[in-house]
Nanobody, 127 residues
Framework: QVQLVESGGGLVQHGGSLRLSCAAS????????MGWFRQAPGKAREFVAA????????SYTDSVKGRFTISRDNAENMVSLQMNSLKPEDTAVYYC????????????????????WGRGTQVTVSS
């Protein structure tokens, strides 16, 4: 089982930018498809972004398209989420997630598909 630790959360003004990072343990990071999810108080956990094992293909929820970018560096065992033009509705706890998979070209958008989760990092966007 892979251990995941998020970092980079904080308080930012609307319109600002923030970059989240997720560090993974182990020597086989490239076997995991990766994703980012978020959960605001009183709301269900929401898919944000996902990428394939190599990072060659990405997917985003409609509300963040054009503003957020997911990327990964398998040599550093890290996945990142660059968030630009932040809005108050982006305020949430952000979680990274990993799915051990043999499928090289597949990304996953359902929380139940993932095997491992980080503890989350708080992102607060002021209005």
């Amino acid at each position: 089982q892979v251990q995941l630790v998020e970092s980079g959360g904080g308080l930012v003004q609307h319109g600002g930018s923030l970059r989240l990072s997720c560090a993974a343990s182990g020597r086989t990071f490239s076997r995991y498809a990766m994703g980012w999810f978020r959960q605001a108080p009183g709301k269900a956990r929401e898919f944000v972004a996902a990428t394939t094992r190599s990072g060659g293909t990405t997917s985003y929820t409609d509300s963040v398209k054009g503003r957020f970018t997911i990327s990964r560096d398998n040599a550093e065992n890290m996945v990142s989420l660059q968030m630009n033009s932040l809005k108050p509705e982006d305020t949430a706890v952000y979680y990274c997630a990993a799915k051990d998979t043999l499928l090289r070209y597949t990304y996953y958008v359902k929380a139940g598909d993932y095997d491992s989760w980080g503890r989350g990092t708080q992102v607060t966007v002021s209005s």
